[in-house]
């Protein structure tokens, strides 16, 4: 017998289709397969469950996890594939047991969309640790067993406790990005305890590490931009960057040997971490968020020498994505964003593969 799930499209036995009622077709841009161009398709939004919102998607960010998961830079991805966790918009529906939102509200979801909820790291607000595995907004398996479909579409229905609120203050299109870059960068500046009297470099200066000098500036800590090249100077003082050096010239790394209390690498390629951590103070944190698709070697004796921490760290909770879109609101930060029409995802996949990000795109999804 075929069980009817709330908003699954159901395939009968006579090989009958029917939609179950309430299912909303909305148009997408999906990569059809692995390493194809995104094209414009629809699909199908589930129908608004008593939990759930539905979102009137007005911007979606493109993350560089975007650009490795189209291409499974990362392994097996599901296809056809609508990406996009950098999700702003306006809630349109609500379902009959919503409290946190009403018609209307500015929001915001990243990128995950659900988790297991009772394990110790759901419990503390930590859910992209979830034992279980937190649902991803794209390019996963929802609890009623079908495919994710991310922000690079009309619309989305989401479990109100995966959605956040945007300040007033803060425009829909800046703010978008800081659903990832700037809760990617938030979460480690704070567990680390960027601020006052820290030396903070950050490294890769793209859509993730231009808001990690943002937040870091206003943190209160000293900051400096480790950038391939000096090309992007100006721009990075001009975030609030206090010092910026090119990695790729050798006096970097003999005038700033022993100096930072932390570095957050952003580099979406393999580093040469051994000479990031030889930047560190005796007990310095260097905490990587980027995402290469290569593994790296380390000579473990740079660690070693200096007591000092090689870290990751992922996203961050639903209540820490709140409180830092409050603190982006209460310091008046968005993203520097470039916005595009949906016809110039691929290109804009391209400048960003090519370094050439300033430095987020932003997708305008009235365009799709
Ligand atoms: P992005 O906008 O492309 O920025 C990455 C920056 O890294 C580039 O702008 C460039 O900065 C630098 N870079 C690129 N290739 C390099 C190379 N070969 N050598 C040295 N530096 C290089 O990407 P993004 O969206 O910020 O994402 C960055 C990485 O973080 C990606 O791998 C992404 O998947 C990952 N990510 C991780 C998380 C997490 O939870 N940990 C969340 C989101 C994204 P310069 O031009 O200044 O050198
Ligand atoms: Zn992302
Ligand atoms: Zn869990």
Known sequence: MLEKVPGRKVTGPASTDWEIPGMTTVAAYAAPAAKAPLERTTIERRAVGPHDV???????????????????????SIFPMVPGHEIAGVVSEVG??????????RVGV???????????????GEEQYCVKGNIPTYN????????????????VVVDEAFVVRIPDSLPLDVAAPLLCAGITTYSPLKHWNAGPGKKVAIVGLGGLGHMAVKLAHAMGAE?????????????????????????????????????FDLIVSTVSAPMDFGALLSLLRVD?????????????????????????TLAGSAIGGIAETQEMLDFCAEHNIGAE???????????????????DVRYRFVIDTSTI
């Not at 539905?54 to 499974?72: F, M, P, R, T, W």
């Open 96 to 105: 009959a047991e919503v409290t946190k939102f009403k018609v209307g509200d």
């Open 223 to 259: 900051v400096t931009v480790l950038s391939q090249s000096l090309r992007k100077k100006d721009d990075g003082l001009k975030l609030g960057a206090d010092h910026y050096h090119a990695t790729s010239d050798p006096k970097t790394f003999e005038e700033l040997a022993g100096t």
């Open 140 to 155: 996963g398996i929802g609890k009623d067993g079908q495919p994710t479909y991310g922000g690079y579409s009309e619309k």
């Open 337 to 355: 964003i470039e916005l595009i029409r949906a016809d110039q995802i691929n290109e804009a996949y391209d400048r960003v593969l090519a370094s």
């Open 54 to 76: 539905l979102i009137d998607i007005k911007y979606a960010g493109i993350c560089h996890s975007d650009i490795h998961q189209v291409n499974e830079g990362w392994g097996e």
């Open 284 to 308: 310095g944190a260097l905490v990587n968020v980027g995402a290469p698709e290569e593994p790296v070697s380390l000579n473990l004796f740079s660690v070693i020498g200096g007591r000092k």
């Open 110 to 124: 990243g990128c995950m969309v659900d988790s297991c909820r009772e394990c110790e790291y759901c419990l503390r």
